[in-house]
């Protein structure tokens, strides 16, 4: 069962995440990410640009500089991505990117710590991540 859903909140906005395994919340995280942004396109499978970066602290800090990461990527460059697929291992997540021709319709300023807790119960991991809009 793996999924996202967003969430409204008082002065931001934020998602709930469901998944199997490790990749699949780290990447069902950043296309919530990006459907809040109005950048996401799930049919857009051709990851064009990838980067590595190194993990260390927390699961929470591990989310937080994952997705802080991507936030940086569009920012500073100027690209934005419509897709992503992302690997963690060893420490070191690897996250491929999907190009979009569309600006963001929401910007995102952060990901935020708020209340986040990364859960695993059985096999299933949850968390809730608020982004300060």
Same mark, same amino acid.
């Given at each position: 069962?793996? *999924?996202?859903?967003? %969430?409204?909140?008082?002065? =931001?906005?934020?998602? &709930?995440?469901?998944?199997? !395994?490790?990749?699949?919340?780290?990447?069902?995280?950043?296309? *919530?990410?990006?459907? %809040?942004?109005?950048?996401? =396109?799930?049919?857009? &499978?051709?990851?064009?640009? !990838?980067?590595?970066?190194?993990?260390?602290?927390?699961?929470?800090?591990?989310?937080?500089?994952?997705?802080?990461?991507?936030?940086?990527?569009?920012?500073?460059?100027?690209?934005?991505?419509?897709?992503?697929?992302?690997?963690?291992?060893?420490?070191?997540?690897?996250?491929?990117?999907?190009?979009?021709?569309?600006?963001?319709?929401?910007?995102?300023?952060?990901?935020?710590?708020?209340?986040?807790?990364?859960?695993?119960?059985?096999?299933?991991?949850?968390?809730?991540?608020?982004?300060?809009?």
């Amino acid at each position: 069962m793996n *999924g996202y859903e967003i %969430i409204e909140t008082t002065a =931001d906005v934020g998602i &709930d995440v469901t998944a199997d !395994s490790v990749d699949a919340l780290f990447t069902l995280a950043a296309r *919530g990410m990006l459907d %809040i942004m109005g950048l996401l =396109d799930i049919n857009s &499978d051709s990851y064009k640009f !990838s980067k590595r970066i190194t993990l260390s602290g927390t699961m929470e800090d591990w989310l937080v500089d994952v997705l802080t990461a991507i936030l940086g990527e569009m920012e500073f460059d100027e690209i934005f991505f419509s897709n992503v697929f992302i690997i963690i291992s060893n420490n070191m997540a690897e996250i491929k990117f999907a190009m979009s021709h569309r600006r963001p319709v929401t910007d995102i300023k952060a990901v935020t710590y708020h209340n986040l807790v990364v859960r695993k119960n059985d096999r299933i991991y949850t968390t809730r991540i608020i982004f300060d809009v």
